[in-house]
């Protein structure tokens, strides 16, 4: 049967990023030799690395005087990375969900922070508007895409003071004006390639600003100045983030990526909103997130919820159950996923409520 693959993260890749790389483990450019087994200093893997960088400079269209690094440690080791090196007296933060808190509370030990708003009280289920940032603060921290919640900030916010963002979940999912960010980083297990690499842009002029000490790997500095070559970078995922770089630029880049996101979530919740049996967890209909669409079973259904997720498992669905922490269901639509896939879901809403 076929798969419809909603997974959160580690998530939905295009197939021939998948292939490329099942191919490059198995020879890596007629070497003989599998991805696997060369060393990420081999003349040959160099040039994979300023593709990457290369490529993600043009579709972000990132101007001059930043770098693309590529670390390991995930999005949470970022969380400690952007204040030990941007936080000097004070940052503000805005809490929009538990990997934005999470943010939050690593800059804690590193100076002053301020959350300049919180939806946490009602449940993540908004992005708070209309909040004032301290204009003496270093940078304000933002998660664009709230990938546990289902929210997502469709613009960049129009502040005085440089932003630093999490893209991890909606990273090529649409344009971004990068000037505005002295920092954008993310897992790339989302959107981008398996886990095990971090994709980090950072404004150069931005760094050595901060009087402390930073640990060497811990220093940005380390890894513009060493082309993310400092340690052992991760080179698998390195590989197949280049093949879905590739493949973005093949597909018409982030324009058409924020095209088909849009469609796919307008027709997603579409039915959402249509069928009888469900709603839409997100309370600001602007704040929907075009990449994770949560819905629970209204009141008045909730004991057909593990009916309904058996019967989206019987169709293929995977990947559909809400996170562990908000319930119901959560159907992630990253850019690999096709049209198709959310079609397939829709029949089975349908489907469903046709039975009850
Ligand atoms: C998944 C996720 C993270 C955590 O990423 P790791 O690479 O596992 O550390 C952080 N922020 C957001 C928005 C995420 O979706």
């Known amino acids: 049967m076929k798969k419809h693959n909603f997974n959160a993260g580690p998530s939905i890749l295009p197939r021939e990023v998948i292939e490329k790389t099942a191919q490059a483990i198995l020879d890596f450019n007629d070497s003989g030799l599998s991805l696997m087994e060369i060393s990420h200093r081999a003349k040959d893997f160099q040039p994979v690395v300023d593709e990457a960088i290369s490529l993600f ?3 972000l269209q990132i101007p001059e005087g930043y770098s693309v690094l590529f670390l390991g440690g995930g999005a949470s080791m970022q969380f400690c990375m952007v204040p030990y090196n941007f936080l000097e007296k004070k940052a503000a933060y805005l809490n929009t969900g538990a990997w934005a808190k999470k943010a939050l509370k690593e800059a804690k030990g590193f100076g002053e922070t301020v959350e300049v708003a919180s939806s946490e009280k009602e449940g993540f289920t908004y992005i708070p508007k209309n909040f004032t940032v301290p204009s003496d603060a270093d940078y304000l921290h933002i998660t664009t895409n709230n990938t546990i919640y289902g929210t997502e900030l469709h613009a960049d916010p129009q502040v005085d003071i440089p932003l630093v963002a999490d893209m991890s979940s909606d990273i090529f999912s649409r344009p971004v004006d990068v000037s ?3 920092c954008i980083y993310g897992g790339a297990q989302k959107n981008l390639a398996p886990a095990g690499v971090t994709f980090v842009i950072v404004k150069n002029d931005a760094l050595g600003k901060v009087s402390r000490h930073i640990p060497t790997m811990l220093d940005y500095r380390t890894h513009v100045e060493k082309g993310s070559m400092f340690n ?23 324009e058409e990526m924020q095209r088909r996101a849009k469609q796919r979530a307008d027709m997603l919740y579409a039915e959402i909103d249509r069928n009888k049996l469900f709603r839409g ?17 209204k009141e008045e259904y909730k004991e057909l919820e593990s009916d309904f997720l058996n019967f989206a498992t019987g169709k293929g669905m995977v990947g559909i159950k809400g996170h562990r922490s908000v319930g119901g269901f959560r159907a992630s639509c990253y850019n690999a996923l096709p049209i198709e896939s959310v079609q ?12 009850h």
Do not use: H
């Open 57 to 59: 400079k043009e579709l």
């Open 281 to 297: 967890t997100v309370t600001a209909l602007e704040d929907r997130s075009y990449m994770n669409i949560c819905f629970v079973m």
């Open 232 to 254: 052992t970078p991760p080179v698998v995922p390195i590989y197949a983030a280049l093949q879905t770089l590739r493949w973005l630029k093949a597909q018409g880049g982030v």
């Open 180 to 182: 505005k960010y002295i």
């Open 344 to 355: 397939a879901l829709v029949d089975c809403m349908k489907e469903f409520e046709k039975q």
